[in-house]
């Protein structure tokens, strides 16, 4: 149980720490607190994360984003039920009885309701609600909920935070804060190395919701070379194992017509040689992550893609095994070191 106990607390740390789309604060100064132990840290207009090491040589952007999925108040009705949209690709098939924190005036426990199956339709039998017909119950009637709550406030799925047998755990928003994570294992790793690299960090915003921050911080950073960090699919039960990563065996490779070739086959071969457990990730076009968005910053940018194998994607329980973080965390580290030795 000693295993990792840093990383755990790390990851805890960042998922516990409200984020939703366009509404990040609270886990952006928890990400950004953790990176200035490495470098100066600041927000940007959009309120992306950035730092940066100077150096002489190659430059090379490590990214993650920090927002989760989570849903947004649309109204709230005669009865005093909170109405509300995705923010985010949020699923809603998992929502029914389900409990949340709405962020209003103060964070306020909720409960999406759920017809009890007595009195469901026939046909509705085994079928979910669309969001038009979704609503939160607060306990509260309309004039009290409206005083705490405002359209625009963001909900959040409440979850456990729990480390399973062997090294995985589970939490809601693994799905990136496990990447912010392993950007912050690899700078610990790195920082008494000797390197002449010029390192930039970007944990940047909306992402579920479109990649604004991407496209804003990558151009900002104006990198030659990045590798970024996000979640993929871990293989379970009804699930296509060619299209699903291995929990526990190592971060998974992405390759894609979009992904720098001479990258990817460097960080394989560093793998190899340094015996970093890897997964190859082979995707046909775009990537949908925010690799897609830095890759056409500026006049280019380089890219790599390394994803944390994930089970129960955008859910409050989401399952990694911290073996993968700390694979990620190695081989972007060691890629580092490796590109950064000729002018040391």
């Known amino acids: 149980m000693a295993k990792y106990k840093h990383m755990q607390e790390l990851v805890f740390k960042l998922s516990k720490a409200g984020g939703v ?4 604060l609270a ?22 994360i950035t730092g940066k090491i100077e150096g002489a040589g190659v430059h090379i952007l490590l990214d993650a984003h920090i927002d989760q999925i989570g849903m947004i108040v649309t109204s709230i009705d005669d009865d005093g039920f909170v109405k509300v949209d995705k923010c985010g690709g949020i699923d809603i098939r998992i929502l029914a009885a389900h409990e949340v924190t709405v962020w209003g ?19 509705d039998t085994g079928k979910a ?14 004039d009290e909920a409206t005083a705490l709550i405002c359209p625009g406030d963001r909900v959040t799925l409440n979850g456990p935070q729990r480390r399973l ?13 496990a990447g912010v994570a392993s950007v912050l294992r690899c700078l610990e790793i790195i920082k ?6 010029q390192i930039s960090v970007l944990f940047y915003v909306q992402e579920e919701t479109g990649g604004s921050g991407a496209h804003t911080g990558g151009y900002t950073a104006a990198a030659e070379e990045s590798i970024a960090v996000d979640v993929s699919f871990a293989y379970a039960p009804g699930m296509p194992r060619e299209k699903c990563g291995e929990i526990g065996k190592g ?29 190859p990730e082979v995707m046909g076009g775009r990537t949908g992550t925010n690799a897609d968005s830095i890759q056409l910053s500026r006049g280019g940018t380089k890219m790599a893609l390394l994803s944390i194998p994930l089970k129960n ?17 190695r081989l972007m580290a060691e890629y580092i070191l490796e590109r950064g030795r000729e002018d040391v």
Do not use: W
Not at 27 to 48: F, I, R, T
Not at 192 to 197: A, L, P, R, S, T
Not at 259 to 271: F, Q, R, V
Not at 319 to 325: A, G, N, W
């Open 27 to 48: 886990a952006a100064e928890v990400a950004k607190k953790e990176l200035s132990k490495y470098m100066p840290a600041s927000v940007d207009a959009l309120g992306n």
């Open 105 to 123: 005036d103060r964070p306020l426990f909720g409960v999406v309701t759920s017809t009890p199956p007595h009195l469901a339709k026939k046909d």
């Open 192 to 197: 008494d190395e000797k390197h002449n690299c």
């Open 165 to 177: 047998l062997g090294s995985q755990i589970c939490s809601p928003a693994l799905d990136d804060r």
């Open 21 to 24: 789309a366009g509404v990040e």
């Open 251 to 279: 971060t998974m490779l992405g390759i894609s017509p979009i992904l720098d070739h001479t990258m990817g086959s460097t960080l394989e071969k560093i793998a190899k040689t340094k015996n970093i457990p890897m997964q």
């Open 313 to 329: 994607m955008h859910t409050s329980i989401e399952i990694i095994d911290l073996d993968d973080v700390e694979s990620t965390a």
């Open 129 to 142: 609600r669309d969001f038009d017909e979704t609503a939160i119950d607060v306990g509260l009637s309309k």
